[in-house]
């Protein structure tokens, strides 16, 4: 009888547990994002909608010189001011086929900059805060501040890349597909 009383017991703590992640999700990252989002879209209407698409537009353009633009300035933007997961709505101005590209280059930034601009994706802190203690306890102050530089540079390097290898791959993926009538 006890064993059945403790398996019923374990079965609504999972309910509990399950509550209490939907408890903390309501009042912690859902009405932020709704806030972001709605400040996003009044900035947007502020700013003008054809100014935005007018930036989607201009790094959109075909060629290597629009590249920069596209896979490093508009994520490092959209990753420092939305922060994570709104950045991620920035690509909508962009053309379709490099959506795919732009969200690649955008996902990749949220954590190198956590180590000087904590902001961008608190919810994944603590990767950094438990490197960042090791490397503090072992190396000082001086360590710690160079590798979150390092950390950096290093990030945006790699969402350079990252963004031109997954243009050239749904290209290529974009010309086999079938054609449509």
Same mark, same amino acid.
């Given at each position: /009888?006890? !064993? $059945? !009383?403790?398996?019923?017991?374990?079965?609504? &703590?999972? =309910?509990?547990? +399950?509550? %209490?992640? =939907?408890?903390?999700?309501?009042? +912690?990252?859902?009405?932020?994002?709704?806030?972001l989002m709605t400040a996003f879209n009044a900035l947007i209407a502020l700013v003008g909608p054809e100014r935005i698409d007018k930036l989607g537009?201009? %790094? &959109?353009? @075909?060629?290597?010189?629009?590249?920069?633009?596209?896979?490093?300035?508009?994520?490092?933007? %959209?990753?420092?001011?939305?922060?994570?997961?709104?950045?991620?709505? /920035?690509?909508? =101005?962009?053309? @379709?086929?490099?959506?795919? !590209?732009?969200? *690649?280059?955008?996902?990749?930034?949220?954590h190198p900059p956590l180590g000087i601009f904590p902001h961008v994706n608190p919810g994944e802190l603590f990767v950094w805060l438990g490197i960042?203690?090791?490397?503090?306890?072992?190396? &000082? *102050?001086?360590?710690? %501040?160079? $590798?979150?530089?390092?950390?950096? #540079?290093?990030?945006? #390097?790699? #969402? =350079? #890349?990252?963004?031109?290898?997954?243009?050239?791959?749904?290209?290529?993926?974009?010309?086999?597909?079938?054609?449509?009538?």
């Amino acid at each position: /009888m006890e !064993a $059945l !009383a403790q398996a019923a017991q374990w079965f609504i &703590g999972l =309910f509990q547990a +399950g509550a %209490a992640t =939907f408890t903390g999700l309501v009042t +912690g990252i859902i009405p932020l994002v709704i806030v972001l989002m709605t400040a996003f879209n009044a900035l947007i209407a502020l700013v003008g909608p054809e100014r935005i698409d007018k930036l989607g537009e201009v %790094a &959109g353009r @075909e060629g290597w010189a629009y590249m920069p633009l596209r896979y490093l300035v508009l994520p490092v933007v %959209a990753v420092f001011f939305l922060t994570n997961p709104m950045a991620y709505t /920035m690509g909508r =101005f962009l053309p @379709e086929k490099y959506k795919p !590209a732009f969200y *690649d280059a955008a996902v990749s930034f949220v954590h190198p900059p956590l180590g000087i601009f904590p902001h961008v994706n608190p919810g994944e802190l603590f990767v950094w805060l438990g490197i960042a203690q090791g490397v503090q306890s072992r190396h &000082g *102050d001086a360590e710690l %501040a160079s $590798l979150a530089v390092r950390y950096l #540079i290093v990030g945006l #390097i790699v #969402i =350079f #890349i990252r963004g031109v290898v997954t243009e050239q791959i749904t290209r290529v993926m974009w010309s086999q597909r079938p054609k449509t009538a």
